[in-house]
């Protein structure tokens, strides 16, 4: 099936470092998501988005709905050693189908 | 957030065998209910849509006769892997979709790992 390009793929990082990851799509999106998938769960969601442009927090984490509604962005500022874990993000035009990234695998080295 | 609820976690049985798997939203109506496949490492890939009191829609490349979903009411649905098979073997997720006051937002079940003799 159709998934969103996701980058990176996967980061080492030390922890109390900020993280960037982005999503990017060949589609216009009118909703993005964001979220987190611990081994052996179900992804749970961080952040959602509706406007182009809207810039939304939850706690440390950031997340943007690119202008030109085909790209998102997840911010993580001063990673802590239970940020690990896949970040996913899924965008939708509004019909019933959610079109996923390929994960960004997060590892922090405390 | 909204809670969905997903039974059983965790799944052994003999090929041959079926394998019924439970998605419930708990505090709200789900006007549609989606099944994955996760395989390790992998993102999730989506096997078929269902809507409360009609036929799933399934992904191309998704046998329906040998995945059945069965979406009874706006607050279960349903996944029966039949005569299960060792390559059948991977980690299964139910998410939800509730109504406008949710705003399409997707919430999923905890995830059903099965694993096939």
């Given at each position: 099936?159709?998934?969103?390009?996701?980058?990176?793929?996967?980061?080492?990082?030390?922890?109390?470092?900020?993280?960037?990851?982005?999503?990017?799509?060949?589609?216009?999106?009118?909703?993005?998501l964001?979220y987190?998938?611990?081994?052996?769960?179900g992804p749970v969601l961080l952040i959602a988005?509706?406007?182009?442009?809207?810039?939304?927090?939850?706690?440390?984490?950031?997340?943007?709905?690119?202008?030109?509604?085909?790209?998102?962005?997840?911010?993580?500022?001063?990673?802590?050693?239970?940020?690990?874990?896949?970040?996913?993000?899924?965008?939708?035009?509004?019909?019933?189908?959610y079109?996923?990234?390929?994960?960004?695998?997060?590892?922090?080295?405390? | 957030g909204a809670v969905v609820s997903q039974?059983?976690?965790?799944?052994?049985?003999?090929?041959?065998?079926?394998?019924?798997?439970?998605c419930r939203s708990l505090d709200f109506q789900a006007t549609t209910m989606f099944?994955?496949?996760?395989?390790?490492?992998?993102?999730?890939?989506?096997?078929?849509?269902?809507?409360?009191?009609?036929?799933?829609?399934?992904?191309?490349?998704?046998?329906?006769?040998?995945?059945?979903?069965?979406?009874?009411?706006l607050t279960l649905s349903?996944?029966?892997?039949?005569?299960?098979?060792?390559?059948?073997?991977?980690?299964?997720i139910c998410s939800a979709r509730g109504s406008r006051t949710t705003n399409e937002k997707l919430f999923f079940g905890s995830?059903?790992?099965?694993?096939?003799?």
């Amino acid at each position: 099936g159709q998934q969103l390009n996701q980058s990176p793929q996967s980061m080492f990082i030390q922890e109390g470092e900020d993280v960037s990851m982005n999503c990017t799509s060949s589609s216009i999106f009118n909703t993005w998501l964001w979220y987190k998938q611990d081994p052996g769960e179900g992804p749970v969601l961080l952040i959602a988005l509706y406007k182009a442009g809207e810039l939304t927090s939850n706690g440390r984490l950031t997340a943007q709905f690119g202008i030109t509604r085909k790209d998102s962005f997840l911010n993580i500022s001063a990673s802590i050693p239970s940020d690990v874990g896949i970040y996913f993000c899924a965008g939708t035009s509004g019909t019933y189908k959610y079109i996923f990234g390929t994960g960004t695998r997060l590892k922090v080295l405390a | 957030g909204a809670v969905v609820s997903q039974h059983p976690s965790r799944v052994i049985c003999k090929s041959g065998t079926s394998v019924k798997i439970e998605c419930r939203s708990l505090d709200f109506q789900a006007t549609t209910m989606f099944w994955y496949r996760q395989f390790p490492k992998q993102s999730l890939m989506l096997m078929a849509t269902s809507n409360e009191g009609s036929k799933a829609t399934y992904e191309q490349g998704v046998e329906k006769d040998k995945f059945l979903i069965n979406h009874a009411s706006l607050t279960l649905s349903t996944l029966t892997v039949t005569s299960a098979h060792p390559e059948d073997s991977s980690f299964y997720i139910c998410s939800a979709r509730g109504s406008r006051t949710t705003n399409e937002k997707l919430f999923f079940g905890s995830g059903t790992q099965l694993s096939v003799l």
